[in-house]
């Protein structure tokens, strides 16, 4: 059984920062890409940013420049700074994990707020 347990979401004013974490446990063994997405209402889930094992990411074109993704291999943790937050940013964000022979293992999802 995989457990992805997330936490850092809550209500941010819009400029303000966010810092995401999500730890991965139980039988999980060889974990290779990991990533947020998010959801906003009546919006389809999209992605975020994603990290492979050895370091290399890639962001969607609306965060780059603000959101950071990193990752402690030794903790089986994915991490996301947001800065500079906007209203837009507002939605369920959702950790993703791939492990094993391509299985991917979702988050429970963590509410982010951007309002003044």
């Known amino acids: 059984q995989v457990q992805l347990v997330e936490s850092g979401g809550g209500l941010v004013q819009p400029g303000g920062s966010l810092r995401l974490s999500c730890a991965a446990s139980g039988r999980i063994f060889s974990i290779g890409m990991m990533g947020w997405y998010r959801q906003a209402p009546g919006k389809e889930r999209e992605s975020v940013a994603s990290?492979?094992?050895?370091?290399?990411?890639n962001y969607a074109d609306s965060v780059r420049d603000r959101f950071t993704i990193s990752r402690d291999n030794a903790k089986n943790t994915v991490y996301l700074q947001m800065d500079s937050l906007k209203p837009e940013d507002t939605a369920v964000y959702y950790c993703?994990?791939?492990?094993?022979?391509?299985?991917?293992?979702w988050g429970q999802g963590t509410q982010v707020t951007v309002s003044s």
């Open positions: 993703t994990v791939d492990y094993g022979l391509g299985f991917r293992h």
């Open positions: 990290i492979t094992s050895g370091g290399s990411t």
